[in-house]
Each structure stands twice: as C-alpha cells, then as structure tokens.
C-alpha cells in the first residue's frame, strides 16, 4: 500500500474514531518494544478506547511494565481522560508513537503496518476503538519454543 492510501486510511480512521471519543474515556496501552540504543522501537502494541471501567481505583492493578533483556512488555491503564488527553493520545498512537509519562518508544516509519478497528454498530457503550500496529518483521522477534507449528 503507498503512502497516500495509507494517510487517506488513518485519516479516514481518525475522524470516525474521534466522532465516538468523548470525555470521560479511558485509555489503556499493551506493548511490546526493543531497546535500539537510546530509544525503544514498538514491535507490536494496542492502543484502546473504552466508555467504561469499574472503580477509579482498579487501575493500577492492571498496569505493569517489565524488562527482559532488550524488551520491554508492559499494559497501562489511564481512566476517565479528558477529551483532549484523548485525542491526543489517538494522534500520537496514529503517528506510531507511545507516550507514557515515564516511558516512550516508536514505531519506526520503514517497518511500520497498522491495524485500525472499530465496532460494527455505533454503540459507544458496547464497542471500543482499537489501533494495533505492529513492525513489520515482528514474527523475527518470536522465541522459536512458543512458535506454532506449520
């Protein structure tokens, strides 16, 4: 796919996508990066959108980030942000970037491929946004053990 189709895609994904956010959504990241020098490249991460979350204080026992080696795999839960926060966490994942406060890494343009999902019906209390992308190649990050059988 060229580049033009890909920007008319994500565009195209933005605006549904920001059609649904509202305020008060939460945010939750799964990832998994390598370190290459001084920065982390995303090999695969999920980026959701969701109306919804049982207590405030639930959040952090979702969220945990480990090191292994030159990976980095990790889940944060961000609950009930602002629309803007919101959309520019939706702009920023778009651009193939994750933004924590304490930690970032990016999808590098070369090897990039994304995934935008969206519920069927235009239910925003049943149907969450969903970005995936993943870098092109990841398969070569699998330990060869856990790999399926062809």
Do not use: C
Request: net charge negative.
């Amino acid at each position: 796919m060229d580049s033009s189709t890909q920007t008319i895609i994500r565009d195209d994904f933005f605006t549904a996508a920001r059609e649904w956010l509202t305020d008060s959504y939460h945010v939750e990241y799964r990832y998994v990066a390598r370190q290459a020098g001084d920065h982390a490249e995303v090999i695969h991460a999920l980026v959701m959108f969701y109306p919804w979350m049982t207590k405030e204080g639930d959040v952090a026992d979702f969220d945990f980030h480990v090191n292994a080696g030159d990976y980095v795999v990790g889940q944060k839960v961000f609950s009930s942000m602002s629309l803007i926060e919101s959309t520019r966490i939706l702009e920023e994942a778009l651009d193939g970037a994750i933004n924590l406060p304490s930690w970032k890494a990016f999808l590098t343009a070369a090897n990039g491929r994304y995934h935008f999902l969206r519920g069927e019906a235009r239910n925003i209390w049943v149907n969450m946004i969903h970005l995936s992308a993943s870098a092109l190649g990841a398969d070569q990050h699998q330990n060869p053990e856990l790999a399926p059988e062809n």
